[in-house]
Antibody, heavy 118, light 106 residues
Framework: QVHLVQSGAEVKKPGSSVKVSCKAS????????INWVRQAPGQGLEWMGR????????NSAQKFQGRVTITADKSTSTAYMELSSLRSEDTAVYFC???????????WGQGTLVTVSS | SYELTQPPSVSVSPGQTASITCSGDTLGDKFACWYQQKPGQSPVLVIY???KRPSGIPERFSGSNSGNTATLTISGTQAMDEADYYC?????????FGTGTKVTVL
């Protein structure tokens, strides 16, 4: 059974950065993509970007380009999402989710609440 | 940028059929997925590649996609189906989620 376990909640100051981790177990980490999706309070889902660990290739939504860095450590089956220059509007639950080709996001992490407040 | 539009809310009586639409330019030329999200929980994939159900998803969930509209249909809706539903598609190297639909089972 595949499990994605994310790091715990964070409280950050405006202008700082946050790094969220997502550790995979029970599946083939490298051959799937790991995506990052966020959800602001009371709002919908927003795709931020993804990485394909096998090829160490990542891409992100235009909205986040220049502010988001997505990496992966194949040795520990862990993906990371770092968001910089935080502002209050970045307060959200951040999810990681696994996907391959057009098979959808079939497994999700439990979510990590990031609160940006002065 | 690509956009997917859903109705904000759909109401359905228990045992009846709920249909949720997702509109986007030439969406029928892409694969559509659907996710169910209950309050405080992570989303769950209910339909992928337009009309396929992952293991464990009840048969009452079905999907279609043609033209500019993808549709998620819940037949014989149950109280446990009350949730938010999101469509998703892949366009120009990015994933896009729909605006979301709250399904209320009255």
């Amino acid at each position: 059974q595949v499990h994605l376990v994310q790091s715990g909640a964070e409280v950050k100051k405006p202008g700082s950065s946050v790094k969220v981790s997502c550790k995979a177990s029970g599946g083939t980490f490298s051959s799937h993509s790991i995506n990052w999706v966020r959800q602001a309070p009371g709002q919908g889902l927003e795709w931020m970007g993804r990485i394909i660990p096998m090829f160490d290739i990542s891409n992100s939504a235009q909205k986040f380009q220049g502010r988001v860095t997505i990496t992966a450590d194949k040795s520990t089956s862990t993906a990371y999402m770092e968001l910089s220059s935080l502002r209050s509007e970045d307060t959200a639950v951040y999810f990681c989710a696994r996907s391959i080709d057009n098979y959808g996001f079939d497994h999700w992490g439990q979510g990590t609440l990031v609160t940006v407040s002065s | 940028s690509y956009e997917l539009t859903q109705p904000p809310s759909v109401s359905v009586s228990p045992g009846q059929t709920a249909s949720i639409t997702c509109s986007g330019d030439t969406l029928g030329d892409k694969f559509a997925c659907w996710y169910q999200q209950k309050p405080g929980q992570s989303p769950v994939l209910v339909i992928y590649q337009d009309n396929k159900r992952p293991s464990g998803i009840p048969e009452r969930f079905s999907g279609s996609n043609s033209g500019n509209t993808a549709t998620l249909t819940i037949s014989g809706t149950q109280a446990m189906d009350e949730a938010d539903y999101y469509c998703q598609a892949w366009d120009s190297s990015t994933y896009v989620f729909g605006t979301g639909t709250k399904v209320t089972v009255l």
